[in-house]
């Protein structure tokens, strides 16, 4: 069994923001090497997301308007957790969005319907952040 | 495969598919559809939201030859923005 790791890194400026990244999956599974199997597409940190969707811009905004009305981010001091941090939303975001995806590899493409895309979701920026991207497989 | 729609796992109990319901519907409502900028052209925003609180995918293990299920676990397929053909993707590996 063939087996691929890469980490991605990202620095977004804001606080919030939603990246595709479905290329950069892309690339990494051509070079893997892998024609039959399975991706794991996670977020390495607990305030971040990597999740499946739309592509569209309107959606997109929808999701942080809706995002903000389940768990919004102010006043920092509603959450217990927001004793020396501020980011206790982002724990409650992510857990929404999701931490992980798992994407069938078949003829060494990714498996996907017409319009799934990968993206990942900060929702506690302003520094450097990882997504791992494990391959396994033939 | 469509990104309208989950996959996820839990109890066949048919007063607590009617819960979800209800709840989805508190959570993402599906109208007013302007409410949603993603409904230009759409009504389908709230499948969206919908299918991102119940999930996209499960991953189940496979133990001889089985899948290696609690007492109660159900796989079900959860359309949200229905009326057209629609699919889901089943991959197995291993040996």
Same mark, same amino acid.
């Given at each position: *069994?063939?087996s %691929?790791?890469?980490?991605?890194?990202?620095?977004?400026?804001?606080?919030?923001e939603?990246?595709?990244?479905?290329?950069?999956?892309?690339? #990494?599974?051509?070079?893997s090497?892998? $024609?039959?199997?399975?991706?794991? #597409?996670n977020?390495m940190?607990?305030?971040a997301?990597?999740?499946?969707?739309?592509?569209?811009s309107?959606?997109?905004?929808?999701?942080e308007?809706w995002l903000?009305?389940?768990?919004?981010?102010k006043?920092?001091?509603? %959450? $217990?957790?927001?004793? %020396?941090?501020?980011n206790?939303?982002?724990?409650?975001?992510?857990?929404? *969005?999701?931490?992980?995806?798992?994407?069938?590899?078949?003829?060494?493409?990714?498996?996907? +319907?017409?319009?799934? $895309?990968?993206? %990942? +979701?900060?929702?506690?920026g302003?520094?450097?952040?990882?997504?791992?991207v494990?391959?396994?497989?033939? | 495969?469509?990104?309208? !729609?989950?996959? @996820?796992?839990?109890?066949?109990?048919?007063?607590?598919?009617?819960? @979800?319901? /209800?709840?989805?519907?508190?959570? !993402?409502?599906?109208?007013?559809?302007?409410?949603?900028?993603?409904?230009?052209?759409e009504?389908? !925003?709230? !499948?969206?939201?919908?299918?991102?609180?119940?999930?996209?995918?499960? /991953?189940?293990?496979?133990?001889?030859?089985?899948?290696?299920?609690?007492?109660?676990e159900?796989? @079900?397929?959860?359309e @949200?923005?229905?009326? &057209? &053909? =629609? &699919?889901?993707?089943? =991959?197995?590996?291993?040996?």
């Amino acid at each position: *069994m063939k087996s %691929y790791r890469k980490e991605l890194w990202f620095d977004i400026k804001a606080r919030r923001e939603l990246i595709n990244i479905t290329h950069v999956v892309n690339e #990494c599974l051509k070079e893997s090497g892998i $024609q039959e199997g399975i991706v794991l #597409c996670n977020a390495m940190h607990i305030s971040a997301s990597v999740f499946i969707n739309d592509d569209e811009s309107g959606l997109h905004h929808d999701f942080e308007v809706w995002l903000e009305k389940l768990a919004p981010e102010k006043p920092y001091d509603q %959450y $217990q957790h927001n004793g %020396y941090e501020d980011n206790a939303d982002a724990h409650l975001k992510r857990t929404i *969005m999701g931490r992980e995806v798992v994407v069938a590899v078949t003829d060494g493409k990714l498996d996907f +319907g017409p319009w799934e $895309q990968i993206f %990942y +979701g900060e929702f506690d920026g302003k520094r450097r952040k990882r997504v791992l991207v494990k391959i396994i497989g033939e | 495969m469509h990104i309208s !729609a989950s996959v @996820f796992i839990n109890d066949d109990e048919q007063g607590l598919h009617n819960d @979800f319901e /209800v709840w989805l519907e508190k959570l !993402a409502p599906e109208k007013p559809y302007e409410q949603y900028q993603h409904n230009g052209y759409e009504d389908n !925003a709230d !499948a969206h939201l919908k299918r991102t609180i119940m999930g996209r995918e499960v /991953v189940v293990a496979v133990t001889n030859g089985k899948l290696d299920f609690g007492p109660w676990e159900q796989i @079900f397929y959860g359309e @949200f923005d229905g009326k &057209r &053909r =629609k &699919r889901v993707l089943v =991959k197995i590996i291993g040996e």
